[in-house]
């Protein structure tokens, strides 16, 4: 693998980049926030889709992150939420090597597909079934075959893999996700700075409401409960749809699907 | 003037877009930072600058915060930090009406030409210099004759004038630009995360070297000693600088309190 130069950068040498890769319906617009808190990280918001609409094209992944480091010069880590693509994963660590990390974030098909419904009330439940299947944004469902529980932590491959439902209530979680991000502060991000303090500061002083998973997580999110509001058509075409190959990476990381 | 069509705005009709124009060494990187830690703020350093190196693409000042607008989808309040002239406020009041907002930040005079200096070595001393006799990026000098004092605050016309040194060491003024550019928190920006709370954590938690003003945050020891500094320059420095600091600036900045009485 080619290693990242610090050549390449005309601001900050020894920059960091990351991405989190995710799908619709699954916090990014909170992780964006939380991620931005913290005053040595610039993160976007899928800014490369904004960036086709303004400009009339598309950037390309590796120009895209070449003014991510740019746009965020005065930070030592940059980053995209839910704009990457499985596919495009090799190209960036093949830019950036080891100053590139990236992570999955994912969510209960049930729940997730019940808030796609309620977002696009015409067609929200096939498109929530699409995502489902696919559960990363354009990834291949057969990568989800390669899922390792590894010291306690979900991999695909050797990138880890994050529960929506986790990672917006339990610290100990968004501590986790930050430290992978950040290479555990042992490269430039400063340790000093107090990465997970400062950024825990703005979680424990959000709005419960902007935390999707905080106060009563499990009863806001009861897959079961949602899965009963659903029509019988609704049930039965999911049974029918649902990937059996996406059912078991689902139930490998703990998610309770009996119900179906 | 028109006011901000909510319809413009794709993602969030209440959003709150500001500037902060300042010049060269004025704490616009740590400023940026500052602001960015808030949640509900996007900032961005002179990005259209980025932009235009980066994709080649010139963009006007409309179509620069349009973009500003949709990068920062997540956010409640975008905008820049030194990437704005002042003549161009004028199209972003025209497009934002009172959902926008601008604020100067300056530096003493002597500090900043004594950190242009270092920065280039060449030339430093008079890029220094036509910046303080410009005092704000791209600012008429005509426009420090209108300089005042109201209820607490300098202005240059509505638009208020923050120190560099004050705001990378006081918490007060920090807390004051924040109000300021945020509406008071009373339009769009969540008052239940508190701005100033929230960016006040970070700020504690900055190491000291970033914090350009002072080494502790509220210490009333002065790292930027203007009368120290003048003193390292050359003769012909202190004697160049006499014949050629603008009258108009530097009325400008000793009536925002810089003491100017060694020069």
Not at chain 1, 167 to 174: C, G, K, M, Q, R
Not at chain 2, 91 to 104: D, M, Q
Not at chain 2, 105 to 120: F, G, L, V
Request: charged residues 25%; aromatic residues 12%.
């Amino acid at each position: 693998m080619t290693k990242y130069k610090p050549t390449d950068s005309l601001h900050a040498p020894h920059k960091l980049f990351f991405a989190v890769l995710t799908s619709g319906r699954t916090a990014s617009h909170w992780l964006t926030q939380m991620l931005s808190a913290h005053p040595q990280i610039f993160t976007l918001q899928h800014g490369r889709n904004q960036l086709k609409k303004h400009l009339g094209q598309d950037v390309g992944i590796i120009k895209y992150y070449d003014l991510l480091g740019h746009l965020g010069n005065s930070f030592d880590m940059v980053g995209d939420v839910h704009g990457i693509r499985f596919r495009e994963l090799g190209e960036l660590k093949k830019r950036y090597g080891s100053s590139f990390k990236c992570a999955f974030m994912t969510r209960n098909p049930i729940t997730r597909l019940t808030s796609v419904k309620h977002m696009y009330p015409s067609d929200g439940f096939r498109r929530g079934l699409t995502i489902v299947n696919c559960i990363v944004n354009g990834a291949d469902a057969h990568m989800w075959e390669q899922i390792n529980f590894v010291n306690g932590t979900w991999l695909v491959g050797e990138d880890p893999i994050y529960k929506m439902e986790e990672l917006t209530s339990e610290w100990a979680v968004v501590d986790s996700l930050l430290r992978y991000l950040s290479h555990d502060y042992s490269k430039c991000v400063k340790e000093s700075h107090g990465l997970l303090e400062t950024v825990g500061d703005t979680f424990n002083n959000q709005r419960s409401s902007k935390r999707p998973g905080a106060g009563s997580a499990a009863k806001i999110y009861s897959a079961e409960e949602d899965f009963k509001t659903w029509t019988a058509d609704e049930r039965k075409e999911f049974r029918q749809g649902f990937s059996p190959q996406a059912r078991k990476a689902y139930e490998l990381m703990g998610y309770d699907l009996s119900f179906i | 003037m028109p006011r901000y069509n909510p319809s413009n705005s794709l993602h969030n009709p209440e959003k709150l877009f500001f500037a902060v124009l300042t010049g060269g060494r004025t704490a616009s990187h740590w400023l940026t930072q500052m602001l960015s830690a808030h949640p509900k703020i996007f900032a961005l350093q002179n990005g259209r600058n980025q932009l235009k190196r980066h994709l080649g693409k010139a963009m006007g000042i409309t179509e620069y915060y349009d973009l500003l607008d949709h990068l920062g989808t997540s956010f409640d309040m975008a905008g820049d930090v030194h990437g704005v002239s002042l003549a161009e406020t004028s199209h972003l009041k025209n497009k934002y009406g009172s959902n926008f907002r601008y604020a100067f930040m300056t530096r003493d005079p002597i500090t900043r030409i004594t950190s242009m200096k270092y920065m280039y070595p060449q030339e430093g001393f008079q890029r220094g210099l036509d910046m303080v006799n410009h005092v704000a990026q791209g600012t008429p000098l005509e426009m420090w004759d209108r300089v005042r004092y109201v209820n607490g605050t300098w202005l240059v016309g509505e638009a208020p004038i923050y120190k560099m040194e004050e705001i990378t060491s006081e918490w007060s003024a920090v807390d004051s630009l924040l109000r300021y550019l945020a509406h008071n928190y009373s339009e769009g920006v969540n008052e239940a995360v508190s701005l100033a709370e929230t960016v006040g954590g970070a700020f504690n938690k900055q190491r000291s070297s970033l914090r350009p003003g002072t080494n502790k945050f509220g210490s009333d020891r002065k790292i930027y000693s203007a009368e120290e500094d003048f003193e390292k320059w050359t003769g012909d420095e202190r004697l160049y600088f006499r014949r050629h600091l603008n009258p108009s600036a530097r009325r400008a900045y000793e009536l925002m309190g810089y003491d100017l009485s060694f020069v």
